[in-house]
């Protein structure tokens, strides 16, 4: 008598899902045979830059800190978009996390260049938006 196997107790992805599948680069960045850490080097990277950058913005000066956390969110979407695993840096699909990453680091940055008094990075479209919006109608 043979046992019958059924989808649920094979190891291999059936051909048609009916979930979610994980994704892509989502596997741990090194083997098993290091620590956590190390094998989650690129999420452990970002977060350490993120967290100087914090250390910089609540010590020292909030431009620099936050220029710091932006580039923190710019070295993400590198990572994302050129290392075929990143573990925990995976997300969703590599264009969503690529896009995201890339959108709230341009932010990040652009909002700590022209942040006011002495702004580094001056945009006269942003200033009259900005009068725009305040001005009576």
Not at 76 to 94: Q, Y
Not at 101 to 130: E, K, T, Y
Request: positive net charge; hydrophobic residues 50%.
């Amino acid at each position: 008598m043979s046992a019958v196997r059924t989808s649920r107790s094979t190891r291999r992805r059936p051909s048609t899902t009916t979930g979610t599948l994980p994704p892509e680069g989502s596997r741990a960045a090194l083997d098993r045979g290091h620590p956590l850490p190390i094998r989650q080097w690129p999420i452990t990277l970002v977060t350490g830059v993120v967290g100087a950058g914090l250390l910089i913005t609540w010590a020292a000066d909030f431009r620099y800190g936050l220029l710091v956390v932006g580039a923190g969110f710019l070295l993400a979407a590198l990572l994302r978009l050129t290392r075929p695993e990143v573990g925990l840096l995976a997300v969703r699909s590599r264009f969503t996390d690529v896009a995201v990453l890339l959108f709230f680091g341009l932010v990040i940055v652009l909002l700590a260049l022209m942040a006011p008094q002495n702004p580094w990075l001056r945009l006269p479209a942003l200033d009259d938006l900005g009068r725009w919006i305040g001005s009576k109608h």
